[in-house]
């Protein structure tokens, strides 16, 4: 049989359950802040995200151009056995127009690359540095479809006030 409670072990009791009242209130307390938080972050992320496809979804039409403007002016790789070698003959012409000068030139392959086909050479050029800068100017023209793949630029150490450089460069040529 169950005796009854005395008045100390009531109170005991009662502060027991408080106790565990208030521990659990801060439990899940704690816990819905920190969903709150994630659900917060997670919201301003797809706004973010709602106003960048906002942004790119106003300037479709420009892109479109864009896109349009490179199909009809990028060249087509018609002699891929050749076309090293007119790349070669076309920044060698480059050069030419700009005091730099070229050495070991190297031709690489057809390479395929995410939406284009790629034709490379690499040389080694000594130029002053007005003109190699005109000279990478010159050649990375937009209707050209000519970029550096890599470039190694240094001051020539035979001479400080020519540049002495390595460059991979290549041309797209369209699918």
């Known amino acids: 049989m169950m005796s009854r409670l005395t008045q100390r072990e009531r109170y ?36 973010s995200q709602i106003e960048s496809m906002k942004s790119i979804l106003a300037e479709s039409d420009r892109w479109a151009a864009r896109a349009a403007w490179v199909d009809s002016h990028q060249p087509k790789l018609n002699h891929p056995d050749q076309a090293g070698v007119l790349l070669l003959n076309e920044v060698k012409e480059v050069a030419r127009a700009n005091d730099v000068l070229l050495e070991s030139p190297e031709l690489g392959g057809v390479e395929m690359q995410p939406g284009c086909r790629s034709v490379s050479v690499q040389v080694a050029t000594k130029s002053s540095w007005p003109g190699l800068i005109k000279f990478m100017h010159a050649l990375q023209q937009p209707d050209r479809f000519i970029v550096f793949e890599s470039a190694n630029l240094r001051i020539d150490p035979g001479n400080p006030a020519r540049m002495a450089c390595r460059f991979k460069i290549a041309k797209w040529y369209a699918l």
């Open 12 to 47: 005991l009791l009662a502060g027991v359950a408080l106790l565990l009242f208030v521990l659990g209130n801060a439990f899940l307390l704690s816990w819905m802040t920190a969903r709150n938080a994630a659900i917060q972050s997670d919201l301003r992320a797809k706004r």
